[in-house]
C-alpha cells in the first residue's frame, strides 16, 4: 500500500514524530492506514477536500458575476463554459473574461456577461485544494495519527480491517482496534484547534 494523494502527511513525518526508525517498513502499511484515516476524517470535520485534486463539475448558475465553487482554494482552470460557450481567461485589465480568485474560490466574469440563471448550465474542469499542504496541517495530521497510536499504548502495529487499524498487544495478548471513528472526541484539542482554521463557515 502507499499513500493517496490525499494524505495529509507524510509516512516519513509520521515516523520521525513517533521516533520510530525510518528503515523500519514492517508497519509501514498499518500506518499509512491511519494516515488515510485521519485525513479523511480531517476533511469530514471540517467539511472540505483539503489536499489537491482534480474537479469536474456542473454547477447552476445564479444570474450574477460572482462564481463560488465547492471547493477551495483554486490552482488553476483548464475549462469553463456558460451554456455550452467556453469563457477565456481575462487576458489584461482592459480585456473580457473570467478573473480567479483563488484562496476565496471565486471566478468572476469582467465584462463578458453573467453566469446565467440555469440548472447545472455552468461546467468547470479545475483544480481545488492545497499542495503542498500548509505546515500546521500536516503537522496536525501527524500529531493526530500519531495520538491514536499512543492511546492505544502500542507496542507493535499490525493491519486490521479497512478503516480500523489495530495494535499486536505484547506477551502474545492479542490485538486491540485504535481506529474507531471520525468523531470530535477521537480529536486532541491542539488538532482540533487547527483544523477550525480550515473548517467551512461556521466553524467545528
Known sequence: MSLSNTALCSLAALKSYTGLPSAAAAYDTALETLIGAVSSAAESLTGRQLAARDQVWDLDGDGTRDLFTPQWPINGVSLLQVDGLEI??????????????????????????????????????????????????????????????????????????????????????????????????????????????YARRGGL
Open 88 to 197: 477565456s481567461p481575462r487576458p489584461s485589465l482592459l480585456g473580457n473574461g473570467y478573473v480567479v480568485y483563488g484562496g476565496q474560490g471565486l471566478i468572476r466574469l469582467y465584462d463578458w456577461g453573467l453566469f446565467s440563471q440555469g440548472v447545472q448550465n455552468l461546467h468547470l474542469e479545475c483544480n481545488t485544494g492545497f499542495s503542498p499542504i500548509p505546515d500546521d496541517l500536516a503537522q496536525a495530521a501527524v500529531e493526530w495519527a500519531a495520538w491514536k497510536l499512543k492511546e492505544a499504548g502500542i507496542a507493535g502495529v499490525g493491519k486490521g480491517k479497512l478503516g480500523e487499524t489495530q495494535v499486536v498487544l505484547p506477551g502474545g495478548g492479542g490485538t486491540q482496534s485504535y481506529w474507531t471513528s471520525g468523531l470530535v472526541k477521537d480529536v486532541p484539542p491542539q488538532v482540533l484547534t487547527i483544523l477550525g482554521r
